[in-house]
C-alpha cells in the first residue's frame, strides 16, 4: 500500500466539512507515512488538528495549494484502512462528513488539537550539548511562565510557522508534556475519582466557597480547575476526575485536596466501572441446549448461510443468550474476533459476568462512560489482536454502539442484542446513524453473519425478515417451561371515580403487592417519568414554571427542592410562594419515580424500597449497586424507569406493576405504539422467571386499547400486522425512507421565513415528499427555536442523489446574506 511516488496525502480532519483534505509530505515522512495513520495539520490560519490519513496520492486536486503536514504521530496505522469502508458508508448514508464519522469511532484521547494543553516540565535539565536552539527557548520561557497552555496558545503567541516541529524537539528532550501523555500512561483498573461534594447544593454556595477560599489560592485554584468548563450544577455532580489526573493538572498536593474534602467541598469515590477482562479465567462450561435451543440454532446456521443477517425472536428468558454463546465459542475457537453489541442500558455487570463465565480472558468490555484513555488502551488491544497467541485478550469486544468502530482485523460474527432498542440510533451530534443497521452494512462489507436477537422485534427488522432480507428464526417457549407471566389491566378511570385509587396504585395492584410482600416476594413498578412531580402550579393563578432555556414545565425533584428541566439541565430553587401572585399553595402535578416511592413508604412502611432512574444513577449509590440489591433479596419493591427493563434474571419477583400506560401510548409519534409494546413486553417479562407464575397488573384509562390487549396476550404478530398496515397507509418506514430536516434558530420569526424557504426550495425538487415544516411539540431547546420537516422518499429513488438534490437546495437557501445564521441537522432514519 505504500507508494513512494505519492507525494501528498488525503487527510480525514474532524471537522464537519465535506471531503477530504489535501497536504504535502515532507521527504522525511515519505518513507513512514501509510493510510491509517494520524498527522497533525494546520488548517485555517492558526489552527492544527490531527488527523487520519485516508489515502496517498500523487496530485492534489486542481486549484488546491497544499500547505505541509506538520507532525506524523504514529509508526503504523491506527485505523486499519478496510474499516474506512464503513466509515464512507455511514458518511454517505447518514448524510455527514467524514470528520464527523472519525470523531464518533475514535476515543478522543488519540487526537493531538489545537486544544492539547502543554506543560512545562518542572524537572527539566537541559543536558551537556542538547541546549535549547533560540526557538526552542523562546518557547520554553513562554511554556516555563504559563506553566501550561494549549497548543493554540503557543502557536498563536509564538512563532506560528513550525511551532509543532520546535514543540515536538522539546517533548522529545523532556522538557515538556502533553496532558494526553499523562493520562494514557495512567491505566488503572480502578481509579479514586473527586466529586463535588453533596453540600455543594445550589450556585450560590459554590460561590460563596470560591470567595471564602480567596486567602487559600492553591485550594481555590484546585475547586476553580473542577469548575472550569462553566457547567450547570447538576452536570457539576455529574463530574467525576480521576484524583491523580486533578492533582496532576493543578499542580497542588494532595494536603490541598484533602483540606477541600474535609471542607464536605469534595468528596472521593471509586469509579463505579471497572475494566473488566484480561485477568479473570472462565469459570463454566457452555450449557448444553436443551432441544428447542438446539433446533433454534440449526436454524440460524442453516439462516446465515442462505441469508448472512438473522433475526433470533424469541419470548423473554426462551434461552437466546445461551444461543448466542455457543455461536461466539465457534469463532472464537476458530480464532476470530467477536462484536457483542448491547444498547446503553443492556451493558450492565450482569451480561457482563454471564460472558465472563464462559469466554474470561478473551472478554474487552467497550463502553462510552469510560474515561478516554481507558478506551484508547481497548482500541489498541482490539488492533493489537494476533489469533496465533496462546491466550488472546479482546478476542470478544462486548460493547455499546461506538464499539463497531473498534479496529477489527478478523471479525467472525456480530451479535446485536435487543435489536428493537431506540439507543443504537445516535441523536446528537452527527454522525446521527443507527448501530445496528450499520453492523448489518458491515457484516455484508465484510461478509460475515450477523445476528440481531430480541423478544421484540422492531417493526422494521420484522419486516425485513419476513420478506427475505434476514433469516427468521423463533423461540416461543421459555427455558424449562417457565410459564409466561398473567398479565391483567385495571382501569384507572373507573377508580378514580370511585375514589379508590390510593396514591397511584388501584386497589388491585395495591391488593397484588400486600400479598407478595406477605409471602417474601419481590415487587417491580415501572413509571416512565422521574422526579417528584412533572411540573407544579399555582393554585391561585395557574402559574406554571418553565424553563428559561427550552419550551417545557420544570420537573420538581423533592430530594433536592429544586426544579429541573429534563432537556438542557437548567435548574433553579423550588419556590416556597407563587413569583407571580405569591400565593403559597402551589400544587404539584402528575407522578415521578421519587413521588412514588415516597408514596410507597408511607403505604408500605415496613417493605425496603428502591428506586431505579438517572436521578438515583447519577448518585453515589449508582445503577449496579441498585441492581445487586435487589438481586440478593434486600429490596421488596424496586420503582423505575425503563431502566428496570434490563439486566438482571429476576428469580423472584412476583408481581409487576406498570402505573400509567397511557403516558407510553399517548406519546404524538408513529413509532409510540410499537414502542409501548416492546416496553411493557419487556417489563413483564421480569415477572416470574423460575419458581412461580407472575403477575403483572397494567394500569390504564384505555384499557380496550388494541395494543394493550396485545400485550396481555403476548401477541408480537398482531401488533405487528396492525403496525405495519397503519405504517403502509399512511407511508411510514418501512414502506419510505424518512429524513428529518431539524431547522433552528434563536429567533422565531426568522426560523419560520427560512424554514418557509427551505420548504418551498425543496417542494421544486421533491413535490409532495416534502412535509412541514411544522413546529415539534418541544418547539424550544437550549434557548434555539426548532421547526421539522420531512422528506418520505419511495424506496426505489436513489438515496445518494435525493441527499445531494436536497442538500443543494438547503445549502442554496443557507447561502443568501440573511439566512446564515441558521442551523440545519439531517437526520437519515430518525428515531
Ligand atoms: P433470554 O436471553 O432469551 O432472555 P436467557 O438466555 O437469559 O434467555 O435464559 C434464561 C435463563 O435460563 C438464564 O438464567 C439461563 O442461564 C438459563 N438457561 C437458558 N438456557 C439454558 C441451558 N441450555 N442450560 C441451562 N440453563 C439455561
Ligand atoms: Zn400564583
Ligand atoms: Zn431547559
Known sequence: MHNPSAQFAEIILPLPLEGYFTYLIPEEMQERIDPGMRVVVQFGPKKFYSGIVRRLVEAPPEGVQPKWIEYLLDEKAVVPPSNFQLWEWIALYYHCSMGEVLKAARPSGLKLESETRVTFNDAYEPSAGKEPTPRERLLLDYLRAKKSCTVFELSSALLKKGTLQVLKELLGKGAARVDEEIRETYKPKTETIVKLGKAMVSEEKLMRTLDLLTKIPKQREMLHLFLQENESLEALHEKAIPKKALLMKSGSTVAVLNALIKKDIFELDELAIERIGSSERATRELFPLLPAQEKALAEIRSAFRSNGVTLLHGVTSSGKTEIFIQLIQEQLLAGKQVLYLLPEIGLTTHMINRLLEVFGTRVGVYHSRFSDAERVEIWNKVLDFQPENHLPTHQLIIGTRSALFLPFTALGLIVVDEEHENSYKQQDPAPRYHARDSAVVLGNMLKIPVLLGTATPSVESYYNALHGRYGLVELNERYSQIEMPEIVTVDLKQAWKRKSMRGMLTPELYEEIRQALTNKE??????????????????????????????????????????????????????????????????????????????????????????????????????????????????????????????????????????????????????????????????????????????????????????????????????????????????????????????????????????????????????????????????????????????????????????????????????????????????????
Not at 393563578?541 to 430530594?559: A, E, M
Not at 431547522?743 to 426568522?750: A, G, S, V
Not at 413535490?767 to 426548532?786: C, D, E, M, W
Open 522 to 831: 419481590q415487587v417491580i413498578l415501572f413509571q416512565n417519568r422521574r422526579g417528584f412531580a412533572p411540573f407544579i402550579e399555582c393554585k391561585a393563578c395557574g402559574w406554571i414554571p418553565k424553563c428559561i432555556n427550552c419550551d417545557v414545565s420544570l420537573t420538581f425533584h423533592k430530594n433536592t427542592q429544586r426544579l429541573t428541566c429534563h432537556y438542557c439541565g437548567y435548574s433553579t430553587r423550588y419556590p416556597g410562594s407563587c413569583p407571580s401572585c405569591q400565593s403559597a399553595e402551589i400544587n404539584n402535578k402528575g407522578f415521578g419515580t421519587e413521588k412514588i416511592e415516597e408514596e410507597l413508604t408511607l403505604l408500605f412502611p415496613e417493605a425496603s424500597i428502591e428506586r431505579l432512574d438517572l436521578d438515583v444513577t447519577r448518585s453515589k449509590k449508582g445503577f449496579q449497586n441498585i441492581l445487586h440489591k435487589f438481586d440478593r433479596g434486600d429490596t421488596d419493591i424496586l420503582v423505575g424507569t425503563q431502566m428496570i427493563t434490563k439486566g438482571l434474571d429476576f428469580e423472584h419477583v412476583r408481581v409487576v406493576g406498570i402505573l400509567n400506560a397511557d403516558n407510553l401510548l399517548n406519546f404524538p409519534d408513529f413509532r409510540s405504539h410499537e414502542r409501548s409494546f416492546q416496553l411493557m413486553t419487556q417489563v413483564s417479562g421480569r415477572a416470574g422467571r423460575r419458581n412461580k407464575r407472575g403477575k403483572v397488573i397494567i394500569q390504564t384509562a384505555q384499557p380496550d386499547h388494541s395494543i394493550i390487549a396485545r400485550v396481555v396476550n403476548n401477541d408480537y404478530k398482531g401488533m405487528y400486522q396492525q403496525q405495519i398496515e397503519e405504517r403502509n397507509f399512511f407511508n411510514y418506514p418501512p414502506f419510505c425512507r424518512m429524513i428529518r430536516i431539524n431547522l433552528k434558530h434563536k429567533d422565531i420569526y426568522e426560523l419560520e421565513r427560512i424554514a418557509g424557504e427551505c420548504a418551498t426550495a425543496l417542494r421544486e425538487r421533491f413535490g409532495k415528499r416534502v412535509q412541514g415544516p411544522v413546529f415539534p411539540a418541544i418547539n424550544r431547546i437550549k434557548l434555539q427555536y426548532i421547526q421539522v420537516m420531512w422528506l418520505k422518499l419511495e424506496r426505489s429513488i436513489s438515496v445518494t442523489s435525493a441527499k445531494r438534490q436536497m442538500q443543494e437546495m438547503l445549502d442554496y437557501v443557507r447561502s443568501k446574506d440573511n439566512n446564515k445564521s441558521i442551523q440545519i441537522q439531517v437526520d437519515v432514519d430518525p428515531f
